[in-house]
């Protein structure tokens, strides 16, 4: 199994830059989560879907951030414009859903650096 | 009030010692624990689920679950130094998936 696949792995751009990060889920997994973590806020959840319909996105910070899945092996989390405070590590996270095996496996993540 | 709080660290044990993570929790009807190991740089990786209460084995690893007092623990038997980690206690909320995580404790063991 590959495991859930993050692309880029590193990610540095300029403030004002448009930033689009990908996530391929586990093959099976009804559920795909984006978290981002700094060393400030911790693992903070920013939307997750089912079934490539998004369930919640209150974590998502401002407009401009906003995320898509056209299907059930691909996601996308774009930040459009990027400011610095973006900086951060983005995790995907995808988990089959069943009852009592609701685990969520996180892909490498993406490093982002906002000059 | 967050809702995950874990014990502040960092926490630093012996080789051979037992390393005890606590981490409490404000939902009351949460239904699923789990605890993450994160090695730095690297992504969470589950480690141990727990679900009911009392204790839960695995290998070098114990959960614990009091759902009385919205408490979960994990213990590290014979710790080793490839322990040195963060650990993140994680709470799946009572109606939908989403975890919430705890800031996370950081181990060190010492050789």
């Known amino acids: 199994d590959a495991g859930v696949i993050q692309s880029p792995r590193h990610e540095v751009t300029e403030m004002g830059q448009e930033v689009t990060l990908r996530c391929k889920p586990i093959?099976?997994?009804?559920?795909l989560f984006w978290y981002r973590q700094t060393m400030m806020r911790g693992l903070e959840l920013l939307i997750y879907?089912?079934?490539?319909?998004?369930?919640?996105d209150s974590g998502m910070p401002e407009d401009r951030f906003s995320a898509k899945m056209p299907n059930a092996s691909f996601s996308t989390l774009k930040i459009q414009p990027s400011e610095p405070r973006d900086s951060a590590v983005y995790f995907c996270?995808?988990?089959?859903?069943?009852?009592?095996?609701?685990?969520?496996?996180f892909g490498p993540g993406t490093r982002l650096l906002v000059l | 009030q967050k809702e995950v709080e874990q014990n502040s660290g960092p926490l630093s044990v012996p080789e051979g010692a037992i390393a005890s993570l606590n981490c409490t929790y404000s939902?009351?009807?949460?239904?699923?624990f789990f605890w993450y190991r994160q090695y730095s740089g690297k992504s969470p990786e589950l480690i141990m689920s727990?679900?009911?209460?009392g204790d839960k084995e695995d290998g070098r690893f114990t959960a614990q679950l009091n759902k009385a007092s919205q408490y979960v623990s994990l213990l590290i038997r014979d710790s080793q130094p490839s322990d040195s980690a963060t650990y993140l206690c994680?709470?799946?909320?009572?109606?939908?998936?989403?975890?919430?995580f705890g800031a996370g404790t950081t181990v060190t063991v010492r050789a």
């Open positions: 727990i679900y009911s209460n």
């Open positions: 996270a995808s988990s089959p859903g069943l009852a009592g095996v609701e685990t969520q496996y």
């Open positions: 994680a709470v799946r909320g009572s109606n939908d998936y989403k975890l919430s």
């Open positions: 879907f089912n079934n490539n319909v998004p369930i919640d």
């Open positions: 093959s099976g997994h009804d559920y």
């Open positions: 939902d009351r009807v949460s239904q699923s």
